[in-house]
Every structure is written in structure tokens, then in C-alpha cells.
């Protein structure tokens, strides 16, 4: 850009939104210098932790965001945590700007009693955990309990409830971590209750999820009738061009309303209409206490209001899956009530007053919504942000000449890109003798071992 100079951008996570973001910078035509931290050894976010390993084609991504890592002005420095291993100050002095792009960590709460009952779990949990995810490896479910409720009627939801009642044989040529198979080839799960407080037209499902769902093998899917009863604004909504989804997912749920089964298969049971009020038990869940709703409010806007009718369901495992939020960051302002950092088309502000040199994208911008290539237009917006602000910009960024230094000082062995393909050749390895994709480390120290070995191999 300007006098040949060249700018220095870090971006904070690697999943796609940070991905996205690197793939605008790089292609904008500017003189770009980027370097991209996450604090795992492993790159790729949610696409490599969160996408369920029954559903390959929906990890393509990793195959571009590696293309994008291989540009000789990019960097990736894994196992390094912003707010230890480096502040966010140290950064933003360091760099012409940063860019977060850390997602939203955490499940929202129900808030209700006997949320954290042993048995009571987050979607996040789950998934992490038969992903192989590092902070989840020691979860424990009980999946003796022949008997789940999920609370959400989304994607995750659906993801959740069809690893629990997916034939476990379908699931081993996967790449489902090996403690997560042994676990569910034990399974006593018989029947799942997936529970949305609106009715059928309001779930958001994607009806190619639904549909995978209602179809798994020795399981019978079902609903209530009358809860797909659909009143006049329901019809309306319907009856939109917006509702193009909700259609096909409503003929689905009549469909499944139809069903039948001799008593010996498995059941995923759609209900509608009700939310939680309490988890129930002593010591561990024993059942789950529903309040009944109706819905009010025009079209598209409609709110579940309850009617005081309530119901027992027993059951012996609880995952919420009912939206996530950020996590605050040490050195950034964040919005408590929406779980985002507060912005302006990506720039950063506190107070309403930008923060110069910080940016962010993402969940951690708009909130969790969308899929994952909804990232890629969020990241152009706040790229777009960036090189606007860093072209009126006097000042001169060191980059990882200030930042690495400071890294190594405090114990923190970085994790380069050639380490991450160090990690994944180890992974694909392990995988091969048992007809797997790859057979993922599931602890930081096994994949730092695999770099040890190679480090001495090389020596």
C-alpha cells in the first residue's frame, strides 16, 4: 500500500472466521505480513472440533485454509494463549492490527434448578468430546441411562441426538475419537427426546439434517399430533417465501407424527411447545420438568408464553443445546447481556468510541448464527474495516519480532504450521491400520510428543 510499507496483522483464533479474515487480507492486494495464534496445537476451530465425524464433506474447508496457511506471508503460531503467553496490549503494540476471531465458547444456560445435576450437560461437551477435543477428553456421560432429553431444536441438537442413536458400526470408519466409539458401542440409549419451546414451524433444523435424522436405521422417529396443529399465523409463516425450509421440515415432522414401531426399535421423539423449568433428581438427573407454551406475536416474531400446564418426563441425561456466547478476553470490552465483543461493522468500541488498532469477527462479533461459510462475508466487512483504518496509519509494527520473543520468555513452545502438518501425518497414520480418516491426539502432551520425536528424528 502506501510507500511500500508493509503491514503487520494478527488475527486471534483459527477457525473459519480467522481463516476468512487471512484469505481477504491476502487477496485485497496490500502489502500484508500476517500471523495468526490459537491456543491449541491444532488449527481449524469448529470445522475440526464441532463438525460431527459422520459428516466428512462439511470438513472440505480445512483443505482451503490450508492453501491459505501455505502463503509465505502467513504464519501460524499454535499452543499460544492471548491473556497469557501474551496480552492483548503486548499485541496491539506490536501489530498495525489484530483481528479476534475467537467464536463463542460457551452454551448459554437455562438458569433453571437442578441445572448442574450430575447428568446434566452441554451440547459443547459432547461434541468436544467425541471429537477428541482437548478440554473435553475426560468428560463423562452416562450413557447406561436409557433415556435423553436434549432442550434445542437446531443443528447441534440434531448432531447431538444422532451420534447417541447412530449404529455405532456406521460411526467406525469415521474420525470419532476412539474413547467416544468404546464409549457408545456401550450404549443402553433407547429412546431421545428433542424438545423445542415453539412449534414445528419455528425449529431450525436444516431440512437436510432432519431428514438424516428421521432416517438412521432401527430408529423410529415420532411426533405429536396435535402439536402440529398450526394456527393461523403459523400457516402465514408458512405460507412465506422466507419459509422455504420450515415447509419441508413441517411435512417431515407430519410424517414422523405417522410413525409406528413394534416396541423393539429405537425412538427419537419431536416435541414441541414446551420448555424447561427444572432438571429433577438428588443427585443425578432423574427427569425433567416442562412447562407447556402457546405462541404469541405476529408472524416471524412469535414468542413462547407459558400456560401453567406442566409435565414430568423422566429421563437420565440432559444436554442443552440452546445457543452459545463469547468468552470476555482480557483487555477487550465485552457486551455481558448478548455474549459478544460490542463493535461497529468490526472495529471494536467501548462506550461506543472505537478502540484503534482492534477488530473482530464472527460469532464473537454478531453472535453464534449461521453456518460456517456466513463467516466469509462477516470477515470481508471487517477486513474491509482494516485496511481503511491501516492506510491512514503513521505508525511502524515490529510483529513477531516483539511478540515471539516475549512468548518464549514466559515457557510457550509455539506451534508452527510445519508442526501442525507434523501433528496431522501422526493423526492420518494412526488411523490408517483401523480404516480411519485419522485417529486424533486427544491431549496437548501426545501432540507436543509428536513434535518432540521429530524434532529428534530431524536431529
Known amino acids: 500500500m502506501q510507500n511500500g510499507k508493509c503491514f503487520h496483522i494478527a488475527i486471534v483464533g483459527s477457525g473459519p472466521s ?5 484469505e481477504a487480507l491476502l487477496g485485497s ?13 491444532t488449527p481449524f ?30 504464519n501460524l503460531l499454535g499452543n499460544v494463549t492471548v491473556g497469557r503467553e501474551v496480552t492483548v496490549d503486548e499485541l496491539r503494540s506490536a501489530y498495525h492490527a489484530v483481528i479476534f476471531a475467537c467464536g463463542a465458547q460457551n ?11 450430575r447428568g446434566s450437560h452441554t451440547a459443547t461437551e459432547f461434541v468436544g468430546w467425541y471429537n477428541g477435543h482437548p478440554d473435553y477428553r475426560d468428560r463423562e456421560f ?113 410424517r414422523a407424527a405417522g410413525n409406528s414401531d413394534d416396541g423393539n426399535a429405537r425412538r427419537i421423539c419431536f416435541r414441541f411447545l414446551a420448555s424447561p423449568v427444572a432438571v429433577l433428581g438428588q443427585e443425578r438427573v432423574e427427569g425433567l420438568r416442562l412447562v407447556h407454551n402457546r405462541l404469541d406475536g405476529e408472524p416471524f416474531k412469535q414468542s413462547a408464553v407459558a400456560t401453567g400446564q406442566h409435565e414430568d418426563l423422566p429421563c437420565g441425561l440432559v444436554f442443552r443445546s440452546i445457543g452459545y456466547r463469547g468468552i ?22 467501548a462506550d461506543g468510541v472505537a478502540v484503534p488498532g482492534l477488530y473482530v469477527t464472527g460469532w464473537l462479533k454478531r453472535g453464534p448464527s449461521g453456518i460456517i461459510g456466513t463467516n466469509k462475508a462477516d470477515s470481508i ?11 491512514e496509519s503513521g505508525l511502524d509494527a515490529l510483529g513477531l519480532k516483539r511478540i515471539l520473543p516475549l512468548v518464549e520468555r514466559r515457557g510457550g513452545r ?46
Open 29 to 41: 492486494g496490500a502489502d500484508v505480513q500476517i500471523d495468526m495464534f490459537e491456543r491449541l496445537p
Open 142 to 254: 452416562d450413557l447406561t441411562q436409557e433415556v435423553v432429553a436434549i432442550i434445542g431444536q437446531g443443528n447441534v441438537a440434531a448432531d447431538v441426538c444422532r451420534i447417541l442413536m447412530r449404529p455405532v458400526d456406521e460411526l467406525k470408519s469415521s474420525d470419532i475419537a476412539e474413547h467416544a466409539l468404546e464409549a457408545l458401542s456401550q450404549s443402553r440409549v433407547r429412546e431421545v427426546h428433542v424438545i423445542g419451546r415453539r412449534g414445528p414451524v419455528q425449529a431450525k433444523f436444516t431440512t437436510k439434517e432432519l431428514r438424516e435424522l428421521t432416517s438412521l436405521s432401527g430408529t423410529v422417529s415420532s411426533a405429536v399430533p396435535e402439536q402440529l396443529q398450526l394456527s393461523e399465523t403459523c400457516l402465514a409463516e408458512l405460507a412465506s417465501s422466507r419459509s422455504a425450509s420450515a415447509q419441508k421440515n413441517v411435512e417431515v415432522f407430519r
Open 107 to 117: 452454551d448459554r444456560r437455562m438458569n433453571i434448578p437442578g441445572e448442574d445435576l
Open 328 to 349: 470476555p478476553i482480557p483487555g477487550l470490552p465485552f457486551d455481558e447481556v448478548r455474549g459478544v465483543v460490542p463493535n461497529t461493522a468490526g472495529r471494536i468500541d
Open 414 to 459: 509455539v506451534v508452527s504450521l510445519s508442526d501442525w502438518f507434523a501433528i496431522d501425518a501422526a493423526e492420518v497414520g494412526r488411523g490408517a491400520p483401523r480404516g480411519k480418516p485419522r485417529e486424533k491426539f486427544t491431549r496437548i502432551g501426545e501432540m507436543m510428543s509428536v513434535l518432540s520425536s521429530s524434532s529428534n528424528n530431524s536431529a
Open 381 to 391: 466487512e471487517t477486513v474491509d474495516a482494516v485496511l481503511s483504518d491501516v492506510a
Open 45 to 74: 476451530g469448529l470445522v475440526r472440533s464441532g463438525v460431527a465425524p459422520d459428516h466428512p464433506k462439511l470438513k472440505q474447508p480445512i483443505r482451503v485454509f490450508e492453501d491459505i496457511a501455505r502463503s509465505p506471508r502467513f
Open 18 to 22: 480467522g481463516f476468512y479474515a487471512a
